[in-house]
């Protein structure tokens, strides 16, 4: 038996020029004539060669010639992305500085104070982003027992058009008919820079708290609140008065709270922006928002 390595066709692929800044795997022949593979970004072709950056690896140049294979992938899902619903939506405790929690099998039941003048469904209501693991009946049963017991209506938090809010609608619970919300990340420092280029230059007060900012812009004009929660920075209550909008000063409050999230080592930017808010949702996109998931509140019927 031959000891010799396998023999590979060279030139066999779909690259060039054109992928240059794109994601893709090359598999090429090393000296001893064996392959291997290279997965990263593209970043120069010429007539000799590529250079493909390794994804934290480092750059590597590969000669033309020795090209067995090559295709273009798909971009590498962010680590925003890869985050549950439920991983998520935990991170708004943070919010309050008192809140109540119990779990009920996988989901997780929640009340808190007024805050801002009235009680917060996000704060009120049970978190079930996914099967209870208990029974759906004890789960229904277990919403309501708590909720009764304080007095307050049952709400369950739920993500739209999933599973969990299927099988709830035959337990007898039912969209609360407002408030779909659409939960929304990006990165800080990418949403900073692109606030930073075009925020105008207003005069703003900051309220520092404990893990919390609130800032005023404009002698009140606009408001807004950042909480962090680990290294998440969690924005809230942005809010411009109805004769002062389309000027930036909510772009403006924007830069202020991703400036301080930043300064204390926030990486990633959550908010929650009501789906027919469409003045909102087009600001925050503009600046690398992503909704990544949508929330929905149920009640009994």
């Not at 999933?162 to 990006?186: I, K």
Request: charged share 25%; glycine share 10%; hydrophobic share 40%.
């Amino acid at each position: 038996m031959s000891d010799s390595p396998e023999p590979h066709t060279v030139g066999r692929h779909r690259l060039g020029p054109h992928v240059v800044g794109e994601r893709v795997v090359v598999r090429h022949l090393l000296p001893d004539g064996r392959a291997t593979d290279v997965l990263g970004t593209c970043t120069s072709w010429d007539q000799d060669s590529l250079t493909l950056d390794r994804e934290g690896h480092g750059p590597v140049t590969i000669p033309l010639a020795e090209i067995v294979t090559g295709k273009p992938v798909p971009p590498r899902a962010s680590v925003r992305a890869r985050v549950s619903a439920q991983e998520v939506e935990q991170h708004v405790a943070a919010l309050w500085g008192s809140i109540t929690t119990e779990p009920l099998g996988r989901w997780l039941l929640r009340a808190s104070p007024p805050h801002g003048g009235r009680l917060r469904r996000r704060g009120n209501s049970a978190l079930a982003m996914h099967d209870p693991g208990i029974g759906w009946a004890d789960a229904a049963w277990g919403v309501r027992r708590f909720y009764d017991a304080i007095d307050q209506t049952p709400i369950v938090q739920v993500e739209r058009g999933s599973q969990v809010e299927r099988t709830l609608a035959t337990l007898g619970f039912e969209p609360m008919g407002d408030g779909d919300a659409h939960a929304q990340l990006a990165s800080v420092a990418r949403a900073l820079r692109s606030v930073r280029a075009v925020a105008p230059e207003v005069r703003a007060e900051a309220d520092e708290a404990s893990g919390s900012l609130s800032v005023s812009v404009d002698a009140g004009a606009a408001t807004g609140r950042g909480v962090l929660s680990g290294d998440w920075l969690l924005v809230e209550s942005v809010v411009v008065d109805a004769g002062r909008r389309r000027r930036g000063l909510a772009t403006a409050v924007l830069s202020e709270l991703l400036d301080w999230g930043a300064s204390l080592g926030a990486t990633t930017a959550l908010l929650h922006v009501e789906t027919d808010n469409e003045a909102a949702i087009a600001l925050y996109e503009r600046h690398g928002f992503v909704t990544h998931h949508t929330n929905r509140y149920l009640v009994p019927r």
